[in-house]
């Protein structure tokens, strides 16, 4: 077989032939770039755990929504984004009208949420329920939850355009946006809203536990290769998007589990671009040549 | 006019800013000074209506709110994150000229007004440079471009010349004469008497209470600064509530 | 390593003692922990009121996945005799059982049938035949024999009337089968757990997934199996009770075939339902696959 064949059969063939293939690809296209820009300003904002502990959040919600209507995809969804919100509210209210910072109040109330999860999940329902609620399948994307990727994804990308600079201002310069009366406030609480439907899209086509790594490893790994916002941003879309096809090939090539499969790549990616990237990495570090130029 | 009418504006229950009254008259050129912690910054934020007052009342016309531009301590603002130099210098156009508030894009005027800016700071050529890369001295130039694109009726600097350099120092305070001389409203929070001597004609002595609000010759008498120094810079653990309604502030003639 | 028996020991075993012994005099209800629902169900079949059958793994519920709460622990160490599966179906149960100090025999109940293998280990869903049903009910029966001698003869006559109700299904079951021609005998779940069905009634089934549902699938299975549904052109799929069914509707979808209804392997349905106790459980089944496998469907 010529290499331009062998190629095509290893890298194009698997999503020619399966439906089920493009579908996972799409949705994790579709994460990928309402992700990369979510997570950048996450790393940039030093909220990266607050990520996970978001994503620990939604459990309750979803818990109960499972409980009470049965593994319906807009119920859990709805669930899970009504409960991190809640999270999210009430930390941001804790750390606004008492002396407790905002990573103190937010620990606080996710353990609750986790905890509150697990122990409804164990006295109406067992083991297996929580197993299901936790871990999403990528290979198992139906029409309802590509919808919901999709869908979260456009809505994402469109208010992140429209609020890109209050939202930026409000990283590095509050003062100035409450001087022109930018309502940081606001802009904080919708960047807020916009992390949580992320996080319950990712949920759905992964898992919680997985949604975190797309979300975040691209974007950390981003931070070696890139300065301005708007470079992170988009190469942190393009590592999430090629690392997900990347995983999914690895999971059909091989026969690696499709969610660890992807995740760890991009784990990879970030381990390889810690020690070559051009800046902020080790090979900046020690490597860099030593030059100057004239004064 | 910007008048206060027996303001005080509090952290918890302990007064930063205690019974002050007075105006900024439309136009003027006035440096805030006192000891550390005689509540200059906060008068900053309740002019800017970041902090309710107490007590009284802080009236501005209708027209400026909205339209005053306010330099920060440089601490405030985070060097680290990755914007350069002219996104920064073009955040003037929310409410300057352009008006471009939150949402609309700059188009190649806007971006010219802004290299302008930057070059009237002597900072031209440097747009595309981090901020994080850049000097003290520097990065006040570059808020100083941001105010002028502001071109806002009032404005307000808080401690704009720490750590800086003589040069710079000289070069932005002759931004400061020519904005005055274009008939904003300047209000400077300052350490430096001298400076204050050379270049403001009025002058407000806080140290918490108001010691005296006028000419600058005339506020600067070894008399006032003594009784500045001597009002305690500590907070008293377990001082009195206070009842007086307005203490009389030696007035000096404008 | 000997164990100096502490106060705290010291009480508990005085609190249960008197329990115990109760619970072991020849004329009281023994008591039996039964691992999971399918053999409580069987267990109280034969034992009738001599025995209190509680399940550790209730209805609906996964075992591969369970996680024992410190009442189950008490149960085993107040039971008469306790009754697994084996085969490596209950990875918890010694442990369990150790560290609830219980005296009770242990009544493995699928010893004495013929295992099969499935990948190197071996398949532990012996009670999916009906044929070695039959010999799950005879080694219960011999336990309770052993344990409960004054009921013998009401414990044998419960057990032979059970066994010929569970070989009559049997029988049913294999001449409607016999009417669908070999070839057309191709069916998948998402659950490896009905391999002795299949051996047992002659059909050829197969799996997404591994039998244990811990384990997730990869884009290679999914692959592998939605390129042999379609070349063999299998015509049913089938979603058991306690594994994901989103998958098995994306592989049905995609290959073409249809949805089946719903399987029981591991565990009964709730009380109430179609499949609350064993018989009705596997005549469910059976009627479910054969509904699939009518010719013009």
Redesign the interface.
Known sequence: MTLLASLHAALVQPFVEFGFMRRALVACLALGLSCGPVGTLLVLRRMSLAGDAMAHALLPGAAVAFLLVGLSLPAMSLGAFIAALAVAALAGGVARFTAQREDASLAGFYLIALAGGVMLISLRGNSVDLMRVLFGSILAVDDAALLLVAGVASASLLLLALVWRPLLVECFDPGFLRAVGGRGALHHQLFLVLLVANLVAGFQALGTLMAVGLLMLPAIAARCWAHSVAQLSVIACAIAAACGYGGLLLSYHAGLPSGPSIVLLAGAVYLVSLVVGTRDSLRARFFTAHRHRVA | MITLDNVTLCHRDRPAVHHLSGQFAPGSLTAIVGPNGAGKSTLLGGLMGRIAPSTGQISLPPRLAGHIAYLPQQADIDRSFPVSVLDVVMLGHWTGPGRLGAWRAAGAVQRAQAQQALAAVGLAGLERRAIGELSAGQFQRVLFARLLLQDAPVILLDEPFNAIDERTTADLLALLHRWHGEGRTVVAVLHDLAQVRAHFPRTLLLAREPIAWGPTAEVLQPGHLQRASLQATHWEAQAPWCEVPAPAVPRVAA | MTRRPNRRQALAAAWALPTWAAAQTPTARLQVVASFSLLADMVAVVGGDAVQVHALV?P???AH???PAPADAQRLAQAGLIVVNGLGFEGWIDRLVRASGSKAPVLVASQGIAVRALGQQVDPHAWQSLVAAQRYVENIRAALVAARPAQAAAINTRAAAYTRELAALDASVRSRLAAIPADQRKLVTSHDAFGYLADAWGLDMRAAQGWT???????????RL?RQLKAQRVRALFVEN??????V???A??AGATLGGTLYSDALSPPGSQADTYLKLMAHNANTLLAALQPGR
């Open positions: 209730g609906d519920a996964d996945a369970f996680t549902t811990a384990g997730e699938a990869s884009a290679a299975d999914v692959a939605i306690i594994s994901d069914p989103r998958l509707q994306r592989i979808r995609e």
